[in-house]
C-alpha cells in the first residue's frame, strides 16, 4: 500500500515540475508534495489496521498542503490580475475549509459539499474575470454530459435527502471544469490559462472517484486517488494566478 503511494506522489511532483521553477516555488512544491504524501499516508493507515491512531497524521496535514497551496497563489508575481487573484485565494479558502469538514469525525458530508460548492462558485468567477461564459460552448457541454452521466450511474444509490443538494454540485463543479476548459481553447497561447483548465479538469476526477468511493464503494486506495488528484489540481489552479513568468518558464 504505502509503496504504492511512494511511486503516485513521485509522479505528481514530476508532473509539478515539468517546467523549471524559481527557488520559492521549488521550495513549495517540495513542502506541499510532503504535506499531501503525509496526508495520504495517515488516511490510508488509519482505514487499515493501525486503526484510528493515524489519523491525527492526516488531521494535521490534510489542511497544511492546502493552506500551503493558498501561500503559493498568495505569493505570486507578476499575477494574472488582482481579481483573478482574489477570486482563486477565495476558492482555496472554501476548499480549504471543505477539507476540515470532511475530515472531522461525524457525518459532516454535507457542510463539506456546501464549502467545496462555494469553491468553485469562487473559481468560475475567476474563470469569467477575462472570458465569457461557454465561449466556445462544447467544453462545458462536454464537462456537464460528463457530470450528468456520472450522477445518473451513481442515482440509486444517492440517499433521496442528498439527491438536489449532489445535483447542485455536479452541476456547478462541471460548470467550472467547462468554462476553465473553454477559457483554455481561445487562449491557446496563455501557459497560465492551460494551467488552470488542466487543474479544474483534474478537480473533477478527484471529485468523480470520491463520489463512487462514497455511495458504490468502496473503491480501492481511494484516499490515494483522491487526495493526489486533489492537490495536482489545486496546485495548477493556484500557479495559474502568476502571469507573464509562467509563459517564461514555458517558453
Not at 111 to 122: D, E, R, W, Y
Request: glycine share 8%; aromatic share 10%; net charge positive.
Amino acid at each position: 500500500m504505502i509503496g504504492r503511494v511512494s511511486s503516485t506522489v513521485p509522479c505528481m511532483v514530476a508532473m509539478v515540475f515539468r517546467s523549471p521553477l524559481p527557488a520559492g516555488v521549488r521550495r513549495l512544491a517540495f513542502a506541499t508534495a510532503g504535506a499531501a504524501t503525509a496526508a495520504i499516508v495517515g488516511a490510508l493507515l488509519a482505514a487499515g489496521r493501525a486503526g484510528h491512531g493515524w489519523l491525527w497524521l492526516h488531521w494535521i496535514a490534510k489542511p497544511l498542503a492546502t493552506a500551503l497551496i493558498f501561500v503559493l497563489a498568495w505569493r505570486a508575481r507578476p499575477v494574472v490580475s488582482p481579481r483573478y487573484r482574489r477570486w482563486v485565494l477565495a476558492g482555496i479558502a472554501g476548499s480549504l475549509a471543505g477539507d476540515v469538514f470532511l475530515m472531522l469525525p461525524g457525518d459532516l458530508f454535507v457542510p463539506g459539499l456546501v464549502a467545496f460548492l462555494l469553491a468553485h462558485v469562487c473559481f468560475i468567477a475567476a474563470f469569467l474575470s477575462d472570458s465569457r461564459l461557454a465561449a466556445p460552448a462544447w467544453p462545458l457541454a462536454a464537462c456537464l454530459a460528463y457530470g450528468a452521466a456520472n450522477l445518473a450511474l451513481l442515482w440509486d444509490a444517492i440517499d433521496p435527502p442528498l439527491r438536489v443538494p449532489v445535483i447542485v454540485y455536479v452541476a456547478v463543479l462541471a460548470t467550472m471544469g467547462g468554462q476553465a476548459w473553454a477559457r483554455a481553447r481561445t487562449r491557446r497561447s496563455d501557459a497560465a490559462a492551460q494551467l488552470a483548465a488542466r487543474g479544474a479538469l483534474v478537480f473533477m476526477l478527484s471529485d468523480s472517484v470520491l463520489a463512487w468511493d462514497r455511495f458504490r464503494g468502496p473503491v480501492p486506495l481511494a484516499s490515494l486517488w483522491v487526495l493526489a488528484a486533489y492537490y495536482l489540481a489545486l496546485w495548477w489552479i493556484a500557479r495559474s494566478v502568476q502571469g507573464a513568468a509562467i509563459d517564461d518558464e514555458a517558453a
